[in-house]
């Protein structure tokens, strides 16, 4: 096949059509030649192949005119095979564009996609494998570029959001209301049944898991299981296929985030830039690692046949080599400025971090978000941890960045299980962990609060098994964390007894109050509120089946409750600035001998500091206090309930409108009872009163 190639530009990036034809351009700094290699279906034979012409600042790049948007194609890549150097090229094996917007047909796992022969006895990387990987690939897509989204982003200020985690599949696959065709795609997220739950439960924003097109891990295929969470990226544009309606493109994601942004409710996706599919030196080869191995990994110092890898999935990608962080950025505008998204959370963000080896808060990646114009006003939110050496960086990313804080759900989850000398913790976690966040001119949002997410146990199965269960894994039991913090309130499992599921909802309850009534951003996982459960599996990454979905119908009576009462516990953080604040409270004086937050003893006694360090005491309460308003939040983890007396106020007793009991599962029970000079506290709750004078 002959093709009119004329030399092209060297940007954009990519396969760019512009009505007449479609300019290819792909970095590669060590190859020695890059072919374009043209296909007529996803599963059928190469149809073309043609050398780029042209190499311009590390660029190759070649313009076909003729080309239009859906043409199929893949690149190969000439250079040294040479695994001791850095060099692994192999134009035996068809590559993916890294900056294609689309890929189609299948991936199926083969040896073919390994540049080494798999199978010698010695060194099997260091010897070169000439079969063909294109018939196990997909195919690249020309995309035509469409018109950046018209609708405004709802904006919504850090100090007012509510973040909901939840998986494109796992939200939609059994819900009855969406029609089959459309449960487990991007058009099911988009089904009004759908978006009525989450503006229902109050949520201000949708953190998405990973939506990139990824790949299911070989020997996860091998074992009849599929990589469900995707955290195994193989392209940063393209979205992923398997939530793409027949005969759908990239049109639908926006169909959703309009859809979304119509209900108030921002966009925010779980990107991983950390490390490929590609794995260690020994997995495939798709993409990075033929076009320029040396240039996209991290390759450990003074052996380079190796990777360096701080994410435990065999490689990291080199961010400190400006192509590559180019690469990033201009991923992350295109979701931004193409597809409307609102924000992002960046799994492993401390390997994001680090140009040579070390994290450093003023590395290429940071620097280079924190000045983009682009990304002024997007949420940014950090994974602050990895497996490499000084790779747990919570409170270590710089004034603009939010960060999940395990010590909230760990502080947390020790408090309401009832360990010993716990109320300092939790004293720090409820205000907002200033000791943790307070410098820099950050703010309380800065903490993203809470009890489960995607890794880890349910908050059903916090409060029911002591253990693990992740049999279903196929890896022995032996993944996951052992450190849940979790108590299962006398049986492990399932069980009839109602005195111990009565405990289990009371412990659920205190949990939703106790992460809504907090200040920093609340992040609740997708299900807690109507009771998912794992069976008790705290690393469901492989379970693409009903131990991860959502359960919608024959919700127990029990849930339906728990709904209703985080429903209404959000409601009541909406309605209260106080349980809010945008700014760290310290104890400043709002009204005589009134401060904006002040901790007592349960005789009504101010706490000093000497009254932190018993280690028995598990109730206190605390005073929040504005210009209109006043409010007392009284904790008790202790299995007995609690007699507290009320403090005094400007020399005198208030009267306290109880608005809030998550023991009894109360919420605005009666608006003209008034509690003076005492109450009690029930075992293992959280009550929340408003001042009425």
Not at 3 to 16: D, E, F, K, S, V
Not at 316 to 330: A, E, K, S, W, Y
Not at 583 to 607: C, M, N, Q, T
Request: glycine residues 10%.
């Amino acid at each position: 096949m002959k093709q009119r190639l004329q030399p092209g530009t060297p940007w954009p990036l990519g396969a760019t059509p512009d009505g007449r034809g479609v300019n290819f351009a792909l970095f590669s700094a060590n190859a020695t030649s890059v072919e374009l290699c043209l296909f007529d279906a996803p599963d059928g034979r190469e149809t073309g192949r043609i050398a780029l012409p042209e190499y311009t600042n590390e660029v190759w790049h070649g313009y076909i005119p003729g080309l239009a948007p859906g043409q199929l194609y893949g690149y190969r890549v000439q250079g040294p095979y040479e695994p001791r150097a850095g060099h692994r090229f192999n134009p035996h094996k068809l590559l993916l564009d890294p900056y294609a917007r689309r890929y189609a047909g299948h991936f199926t796992w083969d040896n073919a996609l390994f540049s080494y022969q798999i199978g010698a006895k010695r060194a099997a990387d260091l010897a070169i494998d000439e079969h063909d990987s294109a018939p196990f690939l997909p195919k690249c897509v020309v995309v035509s570029e469409d018109a950046p989204p018209q609708r405004a982003r709802p904006n919504r200020p850090w100090h007012e959001t509510i973040i909901y985690e939840a998986h494109v599949k796992g939200l939609t696959a059994l819900h009855p209301d969406v029609p089959e065709p459309l449960r487990g795609t991007f058009a099911g997220l988009a089904h009004p049944a759908i978006i009525d739950h989450l503006v229902k439960l109050g949520v201000t924003a949708i953190e998405l898991l990973p939506v990139h097109a990824f790949v299911d891990d070989r020997h996860l295929v091998e074992q009849g299981l599929t990589n469900y969470w995707g955290y195994n990226s193989i392209g940063f544009f393209a979205p992923a296929e398997r939530y793409l309606s027949p005969g759908s493109g990239i049109e639908e994601f926006r169909v959703v985030v309009d859809a979304l942004h119509d209900a108030g409710i921002e966009v925010i996706l779980d990107v991983v830039y950390n490390h490929t599919a590609e794995g260690s030196e020994l997995g495939p080869t798709l993409s990075f690692r033929g076009i320029d191995n040396a240039a996209y990994y991290k390759l450990t110092p003074h052996d380079y046949r190796h990777n360096y890898d701080t994410t435990g999935c065999g490689n990291t990608l080199n961010l400190g080599h400006p192509r590559v962080l180019q690469l990033v950025m201009d991923s992350l505008r295109y979701w931004v400025g193409r597809c409307g998204v609102d924000g992002f959370r960046f799994d492993l963000a401390s390997t994001l971090a680090r140009d040579g080896m070390s994290y450093d808060q003023s590395s290429s990646f940071l620097d280079a978000v924190g000045q983009d114009p682009g990304l002024h006003d997007v949420k940014l939110i950090a994974e602050p941890w990895d497996l490499g050496e000084n790779g747990y960086q919570v409170g270590g990313f710089p004034p603009g960045w939010a960060e999940w804080n395990d010590r909230w759900r760990d502080d947390l989850r020790s408090y309401w299980k009832g360990d010993m000398s716990m109320l300092p913790a939790l004293g720090r976690r409820v205000s907002g962990s200033a000791d943790v966040y307070d410098s820099r001119g950050r703010r309380p949002w800065t903490s993203v609060n809470f009890i489960t997410a995607h890794d880890g146990f349910t908050l059903r199965d916090l409060v029911s098994y002591n253990h693990k269960h992740n049999e279903a894994n196929k890896e022995g039991n032996k993944d996951g964390h052992d450190d849940n913090r979790s108590w299962n309130c006398g049986t492990e499992g399932p069980t009839d007894d109602p005195r111990i599921l009565d405990l289990r909802d009371c412990l659920r309850r205190a949990f939703f109050a106790s992460l809504l009534f907090s200040h920093g951003t609340p992040m609740l996982q997708m299900g807690d509120e109507v009771g998912r459960t794992q069976g008790g599996n705290n690393n469901a990454f492989c379970q693409d089946n009903e131990v991860s979905w959502m359960r919608w119908i024959d919700v127990s009576e029990r849930d339906s409750a728990l709904l209703e009462f985080v429903r209404s516990v959000a409601r009541l953080r909406a309605d209260l600035p106080l349980l809010r604040s945008p700014r760290f409270l310290h104890g400043e004086p709002v009204a005589p001998r009134i401060k904006s937050i002040s901790w007592f003893k349960p005789d009504g006694e101010e706490k000093r500091a000497e009254h932190w360090e018993d280690p028995i005491a598990k109730c206190v309460g605390v005073s929040l206090a504005g210009d209109r308003k006043h409010l007392l939040l009284l904790f008790n983890s202790d299995a007995d309930e609690i007699e507290f007396t009320f403090p005094f106020f400007g020399r005198r007793h208030l009267r306290w409108r109880l608005l809030c009991d998550s023991a009894n599962g109360w919420v605005r029970p009666d608006p003209s009872a008034f509690a003076v000079g005492k109450t009690t506290i029930p075992g293992r709750g959280l009550l929340l009163f408003e001042s009425a004078d």
